[in-house]
């Protein structure tokens, strides 16, 4: 859950009349501390895969700006040998040499690189990291367990400030646990449950299953007994286990981060891919053969772990280790930031035909919404901050491509419902009907109730967008009365004149939404 941050969203002065920028504080991503990680470029030397990210950071939730990743299987064999397989370190070698190149070409040396479990378990790791020094520049720092754990961890608080809960990475030769709570990693550990490792383990299917059940039932002990908890799960093994889920379920959202599961779903997803094709599934759900091939390992681990630990809730995150890093090297202001509001402020800023009007569009819409939580209000916000970013899109397009940006985007701290309620919002932002639309599917993850909210949201905006007066200046007020069945514009005299016909229209069209009388004043 996202912490409320400090001002309080029940303040109705205006965000432009308030020296702190009202309950979400002053923009972050033009002070000198948030400038410096415009450009961050990770390197993940994991056991399966080896990956660079370059992150856009300044925004707080960050834009993937560059990420390629090879599966080099460093540590296939490992357990046997005892060394790194020779075809994975010499594809990890050139992969490596790679990410130096386009390193220098993007300006973004030195980058920062980790290395997790098989480097650190092979006996020949350290040789290969003087190897990758030597011939590639880039120094690697090999962590420990205990040290993944706490950066996968600090990957999904870079997604949500202040959850709490149990973060589980797994990776090829290795499974980490860290708890989280108000916003800060706590007890952390490591295990041999990847799924490379389990490849060797002896005794068939039934040695296999008691591996599987004495290792975790030792984590559940280490871990206190722990149950009942949020789980958070990071690694490409989690991740194309919630695409076969998806795919399982037709589900209409293909967004993995905030994908939700539960203990049972999980179990019906373990007996589905055990039963299909493994090569149809993967083409069907969109997963690569290299990571298909682990699948039936990770789904036994994934079973066996909600057994034990019973969560009540199992979320997908698409925020781990490489995240990890760039939220260490943030500000604590930056930390504290709830990433959605962040991000929007800096595409209003960047996109937007009028910046600044967003907070504006706020003050204007929120009498319409009295009853919203706080949760509900960080939507609307984000909604206005981004009601006008698509100005460039074709007008017959423009509500698909809002629908599009706010469901596909790379946002944190946004749950699947929430994204379509943002894309109905900003889609009614341009259009009042939505019948016909081809993704009208993924409108059944919201209730009728906030489908209809986010309507009167996206009519809200459509008026307040013809009474812009200015940056910083209020058109008016709108005073709606939920027991009368009343809306009322007040508006200031110098936008009297922008109350022409198209925006007649558009109020007539908000009172009508609301099942209201709608009247206008001009203010003396």
């Known amino acids: 859950m996202l912490r409320q941050d400090h001002g309080g969203f029940m303040n109705e002065q205006s965000d432009a009349q308030r020296g702190d920028w009202g309950p979400f504080g002053r923009p972050l991503f033009d002070d000198p501390e948030s400038r410096a990680l415009s450009r ?20 707080r939730s960050p834009a993937y700006f560059y990420n390629e990743k090879i599966m080099c299987a460093l540590g296939e064999g490992l357990s046997e040998t005892g060394k790194l397989s020779p075809r994975g370190r010499e594809r990890a070698l050139n992969a490596l040499k790679r990410f130096a190149t386009l390193a220098e070409g993007m300006n973004i040396t030195p980058l920062t690189a980790v290395a997790t479990a098989a480097v650190r378990e092979a006996e020949d790791g350290p040789e290969f990291c003087e190897q990758v020094l030597r011939e590639t520049g880039i120094e690697i720092h090999v962590i420990e367990g205990d040290e993944e754990a706490r950066l996968s961890a600090q990957g999904v608080l870079l997604g949500w400030p202040g959850s709490y809960g149990m973060v589980c990475d797994i990776g090829g030769s290795s499974m980490e646990l860290a708890d989280i709570a108000e916003g800060k990693v706590g007890r952390r550990l490591t295990s041999a449950l990847g799924p490379l490792k389990l490849k060797e383990v002896k005794g068939g299917e039934k040695g296999l299953e008691a591996y599987i059940k004495s290792t975790i039932e030792q984590i559940h002990e280490e871990m206190d007994g722990e149950t009942g ?60 053969s290299d990571r298909m091939a682990l699948v039936p390992l990770a789904i036994r681990v994934l079973d066996r772990l909600v057994q034990v630990f019973q969560p009540k809730d199992i979320t997908i995150s698409s925020y781990g280790i490489r995240e990890g890093m760039l939220y260490e090297q943030m500000p604590p202001a930056l930390r504290d930031r709830d990433p959605l509001i962040e991000a929007c402020r800096f595409a209003e800023a960047k996109d937007a035909r009028m910046p600044g009007f967003g907070p504006i569009l706020f003050d204007f819409v929120r009498p319409l919404f009295p009853h919203a939580d ?93 009474l812009w007066l200015g940056a910083e200046t209020v058109p008016g007020n709108l005073a709606w009365n939920a027991v009368d069945r009343t809306l009322t514009l007040d508006l200031d005299p110098r936008a009297k004149s922008l109350f022409g016909e198209v925006a007649e229209q558009r109020f007539k069209s908000l009172a009508s939404a609301l099942d209201a009388t709608g009247e206008v004043r001009i203010r003396d």
């Open 229 to 288: 908890m949020r789980l958070f799960l990071v690694g490409g093994s989690w991740r194309a286990i919630a695409r076969c889920d998806m795919t399982r379920r037709d589900y209409p959202l293909t967004v993995l981060h905030e994908y939700r599961m539960s203990t049972e779903s999980v179990a019906e997803t373990r007996k589905y891919i055990e039963k299909e094709d493994p090569d149809d599934l993967r083409g069907r759900a969109g997963v690569s």
């Open 374 to 466: 706080w949760q509900r209000k960080r939507i609307i916000k984000a909604a206005c901050l981004l009601h006008d970013v698509s100005w460039r899109a074709h007008p017959d397009y423009r509500p698909q491509v809002c629908f599009d940006n706010a469901t596909r985007a790379n946002l944190g701290g946004l749950k699947h419902s929430e994204r379509v309620f943002l894309g109905l919002a900003l889609m009614h932002r341009y259009s009042n009907k939505r019948e016909g639309v081809h993704y009208s599917q993924m409108f059944t993850l919201v209730p009728d109730e906030d489908q209809r909210e986010a309507e009167v949201l996206g009519r809200a905006m459509r008026l307040g967008a013809m």
């Open 40 to 59: 961050v470029g990770v390197v993940d030397v994991g056991s399966n895969s080896v990956r660079l990210v370059v992150f856009d950071g300044a925004a």
